[in-house]
């Protein structure tokens, strides 16, 4: 089963999270897979893993009653790639690859060097945004997005997600972050540290320096994880593995994230209302239906002439759901 686990360390101002994505993870990648869009390339399908692991974590670190939405986009093979996160930490996630490119161009590209500039930082355009959306959001009020390059402050090139991230935490919320993603077909991982944020406003120069030192320590152990390590072993070994030498607590209680794509039958319909009557109609002239596909979980929702007369009659209160579903 996936699990989450929160973890601090006594006298040390660091908090730490842990995530395994597994029956979650490969019920998305069934699902992509069972889809006409068919299976993701081996090198997409790993950083997809990795994003929605890191989204968990995201999400699981910080106090916010929204979505959680990572986005990377850019002008390599991968022209976008979405992982969204609710607050009950269920999460769906999803990539498109450019028009005209073919999996074995997806490979071709790929550097076992620097995976992220590969797919999406070809001419150097690629970007992560992270949005959080509000569920109770007021009438005008826009989510919060931060935006980053993929690239530091001096220009050179970030080769993971996991150091994206990182840069990003430091700009956006000055919290110094260390972390570790990894991802294959059988489960999705990722482990964070991060320093927190001073309570006093005081200086206290040795303070600072021993909590430096303490972070520094930390980190450095954590650098030591291999992806194996990450992927195979469960939460407690991996942790007593890595910290042993540390007074690290588990905190309760341990979170499962899910798998869970929000798309229904009415979303689609309210989507269709916006499309308009007469495109609507044009549609179901042409084609006989109107077929559409959710692009996270594969699942296609149809609509013929009778679903759209009762769809765009004044008194239709609902969408229609006399029409079969996939």
């Known amino acids: 089963m996936s699990e989450l686990h929160k973890f601090i360390f006594d006298g040390i101002p660091v908090r730490g999270v842990l995530v395994r994505l597994t029956d979650s993870w490969q019920t998305l990648i069934h699902d992509r897979t069972q889809s006409s869009s068919g299976a993701y390339p081996a090198e997409v ?27 990377m986009h850019g002008d390599g093979p991968v022209k976008l790639a979405v992982a969204e ?10 990539a498109q690859q450019a028009a005209h490119t073919s999996e074995a161009k997806v490979t071709d590209s790929f550097s076992g060097f620097a995976p992220l500039q590969s797919l999406f930082n070809a001419q150097g355009q690629g970007r992560c945004a992270i949005t959080l959306d509000p569920l109770d959001r007021l009438p005008g009020q826009q ?10 402050a001096q220009g050179q090139p970030l080769a993971t997600l996991a150091e994206v991230i990182e840069h990003y935490m430091l700009q956006s919320e000055q919290l110094e972050t260390r972390l570790v993603l990894a991802a294959n077909a059988d489960c999705a991982a990722g482990i964070l540290l991060q320093r927190l944020p001073h309570t006093s406003h005081t200086s206290h120069e040795e ?19 291999s992806p194996e390590e990450l992927l195979s072993l469960d939460a407690q070994t991996l942790l007593h593995r890595l910290f042993w030498e540390e007074e690290l607590r588990l905190l309760l209680p341990t979170l499962y ?23 609507a109609q044009d549609i179901i002239a042409e084609q006989g239906q109107i077929d559409i596909g959710c692009e996270y979980c594969g699942k296609h929702y149809f609509f013929d002439s009778v679903d759209i007369g009762q769809l765009f009659t004044p008194e239709a209160d609902q969408a229609p759901s006399s029409s079969s579903m996939q």
């Open 257 to 279: 994230p899910s798998y869970s794509c929000r798309c229904t039958r009415q979303r689609v319909a309210r989507m269709l209302l916006s499309l308009g009557q007469h495109e």
């Open 143 to 152: 989510p919060y997005q931060g935006i980053v390059p993929l690239h530091n």
């Open 45 to 71: 399908q790993q950083l997809l893993g990795e994003m929605a692991a890191a989204s968990v974590l995201m999400q699981a670190n910080i106090k916010f009653n929204g979505a959680l939405i990572m986005q």
């Open 85 to 94: 996160v609710q607050p009950h930490l269920s999460f769906r996630a999803t």
């Open 207 to 225: 303070k600072d320096l021993r909590e430096t030192e303490d972070f520094n320590r930390l980190s450095h152990l954590l650098a030591t994880l």
